[in-house]
């Protein structure tokens, strides 16, 4: 049996940034990190030598391992309080901005790049959201903080040095299996590993396991009656245009927030996480999920920009499962592409047809993951959520003109877990005393900077 004053479970943004606040608060407290992955130099995709994904086991690379999922994706800090979540809901708007000012200049102490984008431009921006407004979007200005895919490996390995150097104990290949629990008081995890099972006592315990633990969490809050409520998940596709396509919003404002909610079904729809010059990626989970997602990196660009448009969905009652739902979105779309992502030209959905490989090779626009098959996406995305997509990308075009080009590729499934929400007080206590819950697992936040920010919250209370 091992004592800490404070055990973290999962070393992505919100855990590393709990850990990292309470060191320079000046805290003498002894902190534990539990991470199932490996350490930021250990974590390699071998995707990069082979040219296909490997379906890495146990887990996939690019998702778990130290700095989380994010990271290892495009890299990119959103600087505003209207990004990122409903934790501003919790804490208030104004913290929620102060925050992400303080927690920012800590990124650009580790090495970030002091250049954002999205700002200036104000002509160029107004232009774009009049366009937006004619189609009925909405514009979300909001400063970017492009770290890159592998400048971020660089910052976060000196948070990871910086974080063992100051006596915080990090647990590599270890992996949090229960909670200890005395009535409604947790007392610490139970932790294994390939060499043994033990148990780790801590005044609290902090669970900041990312969306990759989303479905974990949320097993827990079942187990142990922690209290929570449905969240939202989101199902989408990940588009890929040309440079040429999409350059002036990529000069004005790097990445386009652009949120609607068009007709008929009149739900959430969004983009996300936009890659100018970057790359199409494969994602794996645990259960053998292949999911899509995009990389952006500072030096290496292709000819093509891709983003997320995103369809948020809401469950209550009688289903109250959102992310076993898009589960199963993600399962029927593997099993259509037998085991790989899907890619299909829009025009091909418009026309009613399935895409295939030779008309792919005729295309202006080559697809940047050559390993992603032809096919139907169609016959796996769910009406509502296609017609919300269709829809979305017909009112971009607006914005974009030519972003609805026939030849413009849409991949699937691009999934977004996120926790049914844990309810917590404004100092994140749930209902289960010495437990505290952080970051996109909570589901109150979503990306690096609101989960980085929620760390700094809870590192300061821990303090």
Same mark, same amino acid.
């Given at each position: ?11 992505? #943004?919100?855990g ?29 995709? +071998? ?19 130290? *700095?989380?999922?994010? !990271? ?18 919790? @804490?208030? /708007?104004?913290?929620? =901005? ?21 700002v ?29 895919? /592998?400048?971020? =490996?660089?910052?976060?390995?000196a ?15 270890? =992996?949090? %299996? ?29 669970v ?10 949320e ?28 350059e ?7 990445? *386009? ?6 007709? #008929? ?14 790359f199409?990626?494969? /994602? ?17 660009? %292709? ?15 009688p289903?109250?499962? #959102? @992310?076993?739902?898009? =589960?199963k ?6 099993m ?23 008309e ?13 098959? !032809? ?6 995305? +769910? ?28 991949? %699937? ?38 989960a ?12």
């Amino acid at each position: 049996m091992k004592k800490y004053d404070v055990a973290i479970v999962g070393a992505g #943004p919100a855990g590393i940034f709990t850990a990292l606040e309470m060191i320079k608060k000046g805290s003498d407290k002894s902190i534990v990190i539990i991470e199932k992955g490996k350490s930021v130099e250990r974590r390699k995709c +071998p995707k990069a030598a082979t040219g296909r994904c490997m379906n890495c086991k146990p887990y996939c690379h690019i998702t778990t391992g130290f *700095s989380g999922a994010g !990271a290892f994706s495009d890299g990119k800090l959103s600087l505003s309080y209207e990004v990122g979540g409903d934790l501003p809901q919790l @804490i208030g /708007e104004d913290i929620a =901005q102060k925050t992400i000012d303080y927690t920012d200049k800590i990124y650009l102490e580790f090495g970030a790049d002091t250049h954002v984008e999205g700002v200036g431009n104000t002509e160029e921006v107004k232009e774009i959201r009049k366009r937006a407004i004619q189609a009925g979007l909405k514009l979300v200005d909001c400063p970017i903080r492009h770290l890159g895919t /592998e400048k971020a =490996q660089e910052l976060y390995f000196a948070i990871e040095r910086y974080l063992i150097e100051h006596g915080v104990e990090i647990l590599f290949d270890s =992996q949090c %299996s229960d909670l200890i629990l005395d009535g409604e008081k947790c007392l610490g995890v139970k932790v294994s590993n390939k060499n043994s099972n033990e148990e780790i006592y801590a005044d609290h315990t902090v669970v900041a396991t990312g969306r990759r633990g989303a479905d974990w969490l949320e097993q827990l809050c079942t187990d142990h009656g922690i209290a929570h409520q449905p969240g939202t998940v989101d199902i989408g596709v990940r588009v890929e245009v040309r440079n040429e396509v999409i350059e002036k919003v990529n000069k004005v404002l790097y990445e *386009s927030k652009l949120v609607g909610y068009p007709k #008929p079904f009149k739900n959430k729809v969004r983009t996300f996480c936009q890659n100018p010059g970057g790359f199409v990626a494969q /994602e794996n989970y645990d259960n053998d999920l292949a999911v899509v997602n995009g990389h952006s990196y500072k030096e290496l660009k %292709s000819d093509n920009t891709n983003l997320a448009i995103l369809c948020s969905h809401n469950f209550t009652e009688p289903f109250n499962q #959102p @992310i076993a739902y898009a =589960q199963k979105v993600g399962e029927l779309t593997n099993m259509l592409g037998a085991g790989h992502i899907l890619v299909q030209r829009f025009g091909d959905i418009l026309d009613g047809k399935r895409t295939w490989q030779k008309e792919l090779s005729r295309s202006n626009l080559k697809p940047t993951l050559p390993d992603a098959v !032809a096919g139907d996406i169609t016959a796996a995305m +769910p009406y509502r959520a296609m017609i919300n997509i269709i829809n979305f990308i017909q009112a971009m075009d607006h914005v974009v003109p030519g972003f609805a080009s026939p030849e413009t590729l849409l991949y %699937s499934p691009e999934l977004k877990f996120y926790s049914n929400r844990v309810k917590m007080d404004t100092e994140f206590n749930t209902n289960i005393k010495g437990l505290h819950c952080l970051g996109d697992s909570s589901g109150w936040t979503r990306g690096l900077m609101m989960a980085s920010v929620h760390g700094v919250l809870m590192g300061r209370i821990l303090a």
